[in-house]
Structures are given as structure tokens and as C-alpha cells.
């Protein structure tokens, strides 16, 4: 039988290992981005278009755009039997809804520059994160318009529906104040949704 | 897309709520879709698990990435979680397969660096500096079970059933290597307490 003993040697060499080192900021923040994004790459396209049918809270747009989804769906099916067409894109007046393009699929459609702003005077630093860019915290630095303005960057996201939020200072996120909630909050805060057109 | 005026207060942050005591109940809730209770869980486990992977790792960096993949394989693995089971020893044999995981890749880099080089930490023990950088310097010199384990048991407090259900090892053989990674730690410890009286 080997004994477990614990002398005074194994109890320093123990208290030596065992600080907890203080919480860093931005650390849980980044456990749950990288959460939501692993998440993201992996949702398959129906869990995708279920998300877009949960934010409820963007109300008469939402009923807008669910039904141009559904008119979509159907585009899409028909043109599945029809013809070879692959990306299905549907107009509304809504917006535009852009379902991920089926098997053989030619290029998906092109990204475009999003500018982006945001007012926070207290913040010390502030990152756009979004689907966009992999929720990736470094992707994206805000810089203030003229040294002291509000926040600014631009972004580039490819046609559709995309939700986002600003990282600020490292640890928490925050929706845009001036865009639909994304009704399904997910991981780390709130986030918001924007619909991004065909150049 | 752009808003006018942000408001930290306006936007409350669930992770930012702190957690003093953790509640068993959290790890189902999560299996069953809460999110808040998934934040909670980092929150409250975050630390233990940086401690953990630090020891095992040596490098802040090497831990931060093992701790962040470890979370999203415990998020992706939760419908496998089984509602009865201790939710301490599967968070943590997700977290040691990550640390190994980072072993071997770094042992593989490691490979490539050329023969001789002066181990991190070295100048320190010769200088006789702290001793809990000692500590350390045993510690990384230890098998990566030997370090596991003695980690595990010595540092996260955890029974030898826990550990043997979380490594697949048996009884014996953990018990065997604690013993020899207390016996190396004595050793080298023993011997830097009498070099500096």
C-alpha cells in the first residue's frame, strides 16, 4: 500500500500552487465569446434561420422579415427543383434575407464595408465583435472620430442578417443602443441585429 | 447601424455578477439550455481552472487558450453530461485532455529547439531565488501524469475515485505517481530549505 502523506514540505509546495490569481477583465468575456462563436461556425443553416425566427423583439420588422424568410424558403425550394440557381436572395421591403448557399454553390455574395459608430465618453477601448468577424475581440478596435469623438470602425459583412455588440473595454458587452435587439440574448450580454444589403 | 449614446448601466452584464458559492444546480440547468446558468459556471470555475492549467502548463497563455477550449468542449458536451454525476471531475477531465492536448503540441515544438537550451526558470534555481519558483521548476520537470496528478490531488483537493474516473487510471498507479512527484518535490525542496538556512 502507498501512503498519500502530506508533510510540511507537500503543504508549502501545495500553498505555493495554489493561488487562485484574480479574475483578469475581459476573461469570462472572452470564454463566452469563444463559446458563441465555436457555436456559430457549427449551427447548421435550419438552426440558423430558427435563431432569426426567435428575435422577437425587433416586432412589426421581425413579422416583415419572417415573412420574406418564408417566401424565401419557397424560392428556394422551387428553385431547387427549377433551375441550377444556388444563392437565393429575397427582397422586401424589409430588408434583405440571405439563406447560405447550397452544395455546388458559386461565390457566396460579396462583403461590403459597414461603418460603425458608437458614444460611450468613459470607455477606455471599444471592439465591434460580431458573426461577422468571428466574434474575435482583436478583429475589430474602435478608434474615436478626432481623438475624442464617439467610436468608430469599419466593418465588412457579406450580405444578410448579422448580429453583433460592442465589446467595451475588454469585459462587457453592449448592445447598439440605436439597432433591434437580437431577441435571443445569448452568451455574455445582450447583442443587436443588422441587416445588411446587396451593394 | 451605429447608436448615439451608450450606457453601461442601461446594459447589465449577466458575467459580470459575481458568484461566492456554487450552486449544484447550475450544471443541469446548463445541459437544459439556460445560458445564465453556462455563464455562471465559467464565472465560478474560471479561476480553478486557470490555477489548474497554469501548473500544468507553465505559461499563462498556454492556460488561458487550454481554459477557453476546455469551456466550449464543455459547452458542446453537455446533453452528454448525466444529470447524477459530480460536475467537478468531468470539468476537469475535459480540462486535463486539453492541458494535454497543449503538451504534446508544445513537446513537439519543443523538439525543434535546439539541444541545450537553458530550461525556463533554470537561471532562477541556480541564483537559489524563491522558492516557490523552485516549486515550480519541480514541478515542470515531472512527467506530465506525475505533475497531474499531485496537481489534482495536492492542489484541487480531489479523491483518488474522482481522479481515477477522470483519467482512467487506476488506484495504484495514482497513487504511485503522487508519490513520486512528492518524493522529487521533497528532494529538490529539502535541499534549497538546507542551502538557505
Known amino acids: 500500500m502507498i501512503m498519500d502523506e502530506r508533510d510540511e514540505t507537500i503543504e508549502r509546495a501545495a500553498e505555493a500552487l495554489s493561488a487562485l490569481a484574480p479574475l483578469k477583465g475581459g476573461a469570462v468575456a472572452r470564454v463566452l465569446l469563444a463559446v458563441r462563436a465555436a457555436r456559430a461556425r457549427r449551427a447548421p443553416v435550419w438552426l440558423r434561420v430558427s435563431w432569426w425566427m426567435q428575435d422577437t423583439s425587433v416586432s412589426a420588422r421581425a413579422a416583415g422579415l419572417m415573412v420574406a424568410a418564408s417566401l424565401a424558403v419557397g424560392f428556394v425550394l422551387r428553385g431547387a427543383v427549377a433551375s441550377d440557381e444556388n444563392i437565393r436572395l429575397a427582397r422586401t421591403g424589409g430588408g434583405i434575407v440571405a439563406l447560405q448557399p447550397v452544395a455546388n454553390a458559386p461565390a457566396e455574395p460579396q462583403a461590403v ?87 | 447601424m451605429g447608436g448615439s449614446r451608450g450606457n453601461l448601466t442601461q446594459y447589465p452584464v449577466a458575467h459580470r455578477v459575481s458568484v461566492s458559492e456554487f450552486d449544484s444546480s447550475l450544471p443541469i440547468r446548463a445541459k437544459h439550455g439556460d445560458e445564465q446558468a453556462f455563464i455562471r459556471i465559467v464565472e465560478f470555475y474560471y479561476p480553478r481552472c486557470m490555477r489548474f492549467a497554469r501548473n500544468m502548463l507553465g505559461s499563462e497563455q498556454d492556460a488561458e487558450e487550454a481554459v477557453q477550449d476546455a469551456f466550449v468542449r464543455v459547452y458542446d458536451s453537455f446533453p452528454r453530461f448525466r444529470e447524477d ?18 503538451l504534446a503540441r508544445n513537446e513537439r515544438r519543443r523538439a525543434v529547439i535546439e539541444y541545450g537550451d537553458v530550461p525556463h ?23 506530465a501524469e506525475q505533475r497531474e496528478a499531485f496537481l489534482l490531488r495536492h492542489v484541487e483537493d480531489m479523491s483518488y475515485e474522482d481522479i481515477a474516473a477522470m483519467t482512467g487510471a487506476g488506484l495504484s498507479a495514482l497513487r504511485m505517481r503522487v508519490k513520486r512527484a512528492c518524493d522529487a518535490l521533497r528532494a529538490r525542496l529539502t535541499e534549497v530549505s538546507r542551502d538557505h538556512g
Open chain 1, 113 to 199: 464595408p459597414v461603418s460603425m459608430v458608437f458614444d460611450l465618453a468613459n470607455a477606455r477601448s471599444v471592439a465591434v465583435v460580431g458573426d461577422f468577424n468571428g466574434w474575435d475581440p482583436s478583429a475589430a478596435p474602435m478608434k474615436r472620430i478626432g481623438g475624442t469623438g464617439p467610436w468608430s470602425a469599419t466593418v465588412v459583412a457579406r450580405p444578410g442578417r448579422h448580429t453583433y455588440a460592442f465589446l467595451v473595454d475588454g469585459t462587457m458587452l453592449v448592445a447598439d443602443p440605436l439597432a433591434p435587439r437580437a431577441g435571443n440574448p445569448d452568451f455574455g450580454g445582450d447583442a443587436s441585429v443588422m441587416m445588411v444589403r446587396t451593394p
Open chain 2, 85 to 102: 454525476a459530480r460536475f467537478d471531475p468531468w470539468l476537469f477531465r475535459i480540462l486535463a485532455n486539453r492541458c494535454r492536448s497543449l
Open chain 2, 121 to 143: 526558470g533554470a537561471a532562477d534555481s541556480e541564483a537559489g531565488a524563491d522558492w516557490a519558483e523552485e516549486v515550480r521548476v519541480v514541478l515542470e520537470s515531472l512527467p
